[in-house]
């Protein structure tokens, strides 16, 4: 298989592609799979059910809540376990068993919690805590009421998280409307955690991610492509649109970035696909599964 770019402007790494046939697909939903409308538009269904006649398995690897990206998984007809929260979270449909389940301790999260009351970050964050599959929020900011509309999810509001929370967090978000200062934060927050004690990412611009270490969809995606379903890398396509989505576009055989990827995520991808808006995932689909080989 050659490397080649798709048909916008953006071009593909150097990294070989791999040469097995591909037998799992992976789609990240929000920037990939769902773009302005919060919906899968036909010409992406209908590519990806192309692919599953084929013989061709599809699962979703999310940043989402479990409970907000149930009925894309649906919508594809996934029969696979759903990967959520980065990866933090693996659960069978048809069983309703959790495969996986990495959330933070509760001492990690109230110290994320203290770095983002300090009082320059206070006024402009919207913190958000995931507990069982549950939204917590000290309050309902706008960021977190538009939040909820697209995700479909009631906040649950407890207004001193330091002295209420309820659990452990499968994941920690702040929200704030201005890029520059998720910037920073990340930054900060990478100076003051190692990849051994806290994951970090961003899923799109206004989003700051905090997860257990070892809860990234590339884990994630290697967990379910070698131990459950006894696959190879190379047997992988992924793809995604934002830093939450790198491990999984490195790890696959074919890691496919959309043209409205950041530049460093289409830098660490095989090819870059259209934009979601024009519907990138179909073609994708179509150049690397229902193409010759």
């Known amino acids: 298989m050659q490397n080649i770019t798709a048909s916008n402007p953006a071009t593909a790494t ?4 791999g040469t097995a046939e591909i037998k799992l697909l992976v789609l990240d939903i929000d920037g990939t ?7 899968i538009r036909e010409p992406v269904k209908q590519a990806i059910l192309a692919a599953q006649s084929r013989g061709v398995k599809v699962a ?8 907000s990206a149930l009925r894309f998984h649906r919508d594809i007809g996934s029969t696979l376990p759903l990967i959520c929260y980065q ?7 048809a069983t309703q068993k959790r495969l996986r389940h990495l959330p933070l301790s509760k001492q990690r999260a109230l110290q994320l919690l203290e770095h983002f009351e ?16 549950k939204l917590y929020v000290p309050e309902i900011t706008t960021a977190t009421r538009l939040y909820a509309e697209r995700s479909g999810i009631e906040p649950i509001v407890i207004k001193d998280l330091r002295r209420d929370i309820p659990g452990e967090p499968t994941k920690v978000l702040a929200l704030c409307q201005n890029p520059e200062v998720l910037d920073g934060l990340l930054i900060s927050m990478r100076e003051r955690y ?6 970090l990412t961003r899923s799109v611009a206004t989003f700051f991610e905090a997860t257990h270490p ?3 969809k590339g884990d994630a995606v290697q967990y379910l492509a070698e131990e459950l379903l006894g ?37 660490v991808a095989n090819w870059v696909a259209p934009d979601v808006e024009e519907d990138g995932v179909a073609l994708a689909i179509e150049q690397f599964v229902l193409g010759d080989r």
């Not at 150097?14 to 592609?17: E, S």
């Not at 006024?123 to 599959?133: N, R």
């Not at 696959?231 to 890691?255: K, R, S």
């Open 14 to 17: 150097d990294r070989p592609f």
């Open 33 to 39: 799979i769902a773009g302005l409308s919060n919906e």
């Open 60 to 67: 979703v690897a999310t940043g989402r809540m479990y409970q």
């Open 87 to 93: 990866g933090a979270w693996i659960q069978d449909m």
């Open 118 to 133: 300090a009082p320059e970050l206070r006024s402009l964050l919207s913190i958000h805590f995931y507990i069982d599959d």
């Open 194 to 199: 190692t990849p051994a004690e806290l994951y």
């Open 214 to 216: 070892s809860a990234n």
């Open 231 to 267: 696959l190879q890398a190379a047997n992988v396509m992924a793809i995604g649109d934002n830093f939450n989505d790198l491990e999984m576009i490195a790890y696959a055989g074919v890691g496919v970035a959309m043209g409205n990827a950041p530049d460093g995520v289409k830098a």
